[in-house]
């Protein structure tokens, strides 16, 4: 690979020339150096780098939603087909995975991590305390809940409805 490598990469890279692999989800930092102990690669959101050295592999890319290019670099690193895709936004302690064993998520930005995920990542690329990420997260769950309340009682009274109607249907015609 003669092409541009982010900071950290090339370790990477020579493991994958020797038939080797790291095991760790790599995480690919848009945000700057990483306090963790999985393989940390940092890149520049403006330059374009050679991310062929991901092939195969579960990556994270931990930016921020200020962070400019994100599209971009997320394209690219798709086009080196990991085995695994999400990106995480620090400053929302949120994400979506977009690929998930080689496979894209059906939608075009990829599914919401869930609950339990986005805790296991609770901190990721933030300087604020774990628990007050865990916090965080419980209270933005809380709000989408409240939020859709509204419409899953409409839809569980519809579904119920339809439900009610093909089993007593004939009944309710004939009275």
Do not use: H
């Not at 003669?2 to 760790?24: F, H, K, N």
């Not at 890149?43 to 400019?68: C, H, M, N, Q």
């Not at 990721?124 to 965080?136: E, F, I, K, M």
């Amino acid at each position: 690979m003669s092409a541009r490598l982010p900071y950290g990469a090339r370790e990477i890279a020579a493991l994958r020339s020797a038939g080797q692999r790291p095991s760790d989800l790599i995480l690919v930092s848009l945000i700057g150096p990483l306090r963790e102990s999985n393989p940390v690669v940092i890149a520049k959101a403006d330059l374009i780098y050679d991310w062929r050295f991901l092939i195969g592999l579960s990556v994270a890319v931990v930016a921020t939603t200020e962070t400019p290019n994100v599209p971009r670099i997320v394209q690219a690193i798709e086009a080196a087909a990991p085995r695994s895709m999400a990106v995480w936004f620090a400053d929302q302690q949120d994400g979506r995975n977009l690929i998930v064993q080689s496979r894209r998520a059906s939608t075009k930005f990829g599914r919401r991590m869930g609950i339990i995920q986005r805790v296991a990542w609770a901190g990721l690329g933030t300087n604020t305390q774990r628990r007050d990420c865990v916090l965080l997260i419980a209270r933005q769950t809380k709000r989408r809940a409240m939020e859709n309340a509204g419409r899953f009682d409409a839809a569980l009274i519809e579904m119920a409805q339809a439900g009610f109607k093909r089993i007593f249907g004939k009944a309710l015609e004939e009275s």
